[in-house]
């Protein structure tokens, strides 16, 4: 897989790839949250109250679908309001997609471009040097693109009760079944 193109603007935001490999390509939309007011800007990694929740997709992909998971880790997180400030995904054949779906989103469906972690199939350096795509940056892909638009990015939902209510959508290139870390700061 490679993304062929990358777009960050303000207005209707882009993100193209290619499976070049199968020929296939797919694009989904990163809805910007601003203008419902459920979006803040982190100023940097030295963040409070940030943690790391794991969680596995509810079953293998279908290449080219979305696939909808429950965020629901092992230990939920305390009531109040958090922003999502990325996620590392494991387990990924190539990359793929992830959007979020949370009533606190208006019908909105933030989301953002993954590679496997860790594992060099994808680097930044492969993808045009792209730095969502950096290692570096997996887990924090919302506050990059906060620095890069100079806009608030990170989605912020609220946790009630015994559930989250979030839901994750991975679109992904291949039959996966993915792991992921969710990086969370409580903002209230």
């Not at 601003?34 to 969680?55: D, H, K, R, T, W």
């Not at 305390?78 to 992830?98: E, F, H, Q």
């Not at 909105?108 to 040097?129: E, K, R």
Request: charged share 10%; proline share 6%; net charge neutral.
């Amino acid at each position: 897989m490679k993304f062929a193109a990358m777009y960050y603007s303000k207005g209707p935001n882009l993100v193209r790839y290619a499976n070049e490999a199968a020929g296939k390509t797919a694009t989904f939309k990163i809805d910007y949250l601003a203008s419902v007011g459920q979006s803040i800007a982190p100023p940097n990694f030295l963040l409070p109250n940030v943690a790391e929740y794991s969680f596995a997709a509810s079953g293998a992909a279908t290449a080219g679908v979305y696939q909808s998971t429950a965020f629901a880790p092992t230990t939920i997180p305390p009531i109040g309001k958090y922003a999502i400030l990325g996620v590392r995904a494991y387990a990924l054949t190539t990359g793929a997609s992830v959007r979020f779906q949370h009533t606190d989103f208006q019908g909105a469906f933030p989301g953002i471009p993954v590679i496997d972690y860790g594992t060099g199939t994808l680097t930044s350096a492969n993808q045009g040097g792209n730095p969502l795509l950096s290692d570096s940056w997996q887990g924090y892909q919302f506050i990059l693109l906060s620095q890069a638009l100079g806009l608030p990015c990170c989605p912020v939902f609220t946790v009630q009760g015994q559930g989250t209510g979030l839901n994750v959508l991975l679109l992904d290139t291949a039959a996966d079944t993915a792991q992921f870390d969710l990086i969370l700061q409580k903002v209230a």
